[in-house]
């Protein structure tokens, strides 16, 4: 069984920082694309960045340059380097990665989601 743990999530003051952390653990060929989303209340669920498994990035407009985005395959763990943080950040931060089983099969899985909250 394949999971997905986040960690790092927590109250900061505007302008603050916060890393979180998304280490995926169970049995697996490897895995391909992760990435980052998040909810806020009454809103959909949104992409904030991503990487694939050669390491390129790719981050919403409204992150850039605030936020970065990096992977330890060895440890298979992704990480989310949230700077400048302002409070229109607040939400659940979901970790996603899709997992391939042998050469065919991919699925994707979702952590548990982690509470930010960022104060004006």
């Known amino acids: 069984q394949v999971q997905l743990v986040e960690s790092g999530g927590g109250l900061v003051q505007a302008g603050g920082s916060l890393r979180l952390s998304c280490a995926a653990s169970?049995?697996?060929?490897?895995?391909?694309?992760m990435g980052w989303y998040r909810q806020a209340p009454g809103k959909q669920r949104e992409l904030v960045a991503g990487i694939t498994s050669g390491g390129t990035t790719d981050y919403a407009d409204s992150v850039k340059g605030r936020f970065t985005i990096s992977r330890d395959n060895a440890k298979n763990t992704v990480y989310l380097q949230m700077n400048g943080l302002k409070p229109e950040d607040t939400a659940i931060y979901y970790c996603?990665?899709?997992?391939?089983?042998?050469?065919?099969?991919?699925?994707?899985?979702w952590g548990q989601g982690t509470q930010v909250t960022v104060s004006s």
């Open positions: 169970g049995r697996f060929s490897r895995i391909n694309d």
């Open positions: 996603n990665a899709q997992f391939s089983f042998g050469s065919y099969f991919t699925h994707d899985y």
